[in-house]
């Protein structure tokens, strides 16, 4: 995914993003919140976009959250002014393979239905792994590829026009469990179809 790509494909989504791709992973969004919820501290969300998770964020925890389109980043902070959410302690525009942040800050950080649309995702995991806390929680939910069947066969075909649509149909789980700092705690499909999947990573203790 080229990040011009990104940034045109997510001007042009920004007015409708909520009632579309918004309303479809609303249920992965809600499973990611509803477990950092269980969580003390820190949370970083990557790929904040328009701000759908932040009014369900409990009182207590600390958000920040970043996005490389400053149209979604608007949007975001449009519904913390208008709901006066103070959990949100800042909202930022940033580069996920470049995260403005030093190591180990976040005892928590969220990419919900991110690693798809960014472009180079192994350095955002690699980024992801380096601010998260030893022993912190990174939750994922994404749509990842499938290996046979009739939406296979459709992830394949709407691959080539990646830029056009915002993401890779085809995006292979592979992807984001190859960063070594990081540990599959929790993985499991949601619904409809199973079309999403859920990712709870735990960050290694330091030695």
Same mark, same amino acid.
């Given at each position: +995914?080229?990040?011009?790509? =990104? ?25 990611? =919140? ?9 949370? !970083? ?7 759908? *998770? #932040?009014?369900?964020?409990? $009182? ?8 490389? *389109?400053?149209? +979604?980043?608007? /949007?975001?902070? %449009?519904?913390?002014? @208008? ?7 800042? #909202?930022?525009? +940033? %580069?996920?393979?470049?995260?403005? &942040?030093?190591?180990?800050?976040? %005892?928590?950080?969220? @990419?919900?239905?991110? !690693? ?20 912190? /929680? ?13 939406? @296979? &066969?459709?992830?394949? @075909? &709407?691959?080539?026009?990646?830029? $056009?649509?915002?993401?890779? *149909?085809?995006?292979?789980?592979? $992807? ?5 700092? #990081?540990?599959?705690?929790?993985? *499991? =499909? #949601? ?11 735990? /960050?290694?203790?330091?030695?």
């Amino acid at each position: +995914m080229d990040i011009k790509a =990104v940034q045109t494909s997510y001007a042009r989504w920004a007015p409708v993003y909520d009632k579309t791709f918004g309303a479809i992973t609303n249920v992965g969004r809600q499973r990611a =919140v509803d477990y950092i919820n269980t969580r003390p501290g820190t949370v !970083l969300e990557v790929g904040v976009g328009t701000g759908l *998770s #932040l009014e369900h964020y409990r $009182t207590g925890l600390q958000v920040t959250g970043i996005d490389f *389109s400053e149209e +979604m980043l608007q /949007k975001a902070r %449009d519904k913390v002014q @208008a709901l006066s959410l103070q959990t949100v302690t800042a #909202l930022q525009q +940033m %580069d996920a393979r470049t995260l403005d &942040f030093p190591d180990n800050q976040f %005892d928590t950080i969220a @990419a919900m239905h991110v !690693l798809s649309v960014v472009p180079e995702p192994t350095k955002v995991m690699a980024e992801i792994a380096r601010v998260c806390k030893p022993g912190g /929680k990174v939750v994922i939910t994404n749509h990842f590829q499938r290996q046979r069947g009739i939406l @296979a &066969f459709l992830e394949r @075909a &709407f691959a080539p026009i990646a830029n $056009t649509i915002g993401w890779h *149909s085809d995006f292979a789980i592979e $992807t984001v469990l190859q960063e070594p700092a #990081l540990s599959v705690e929790e993985q *499991s =499909v #949601l619904p409809p179809l199973g079309l999403m999947t859920f990712l709870v990573l735990r /960050k290694a203790e330091i030695a």
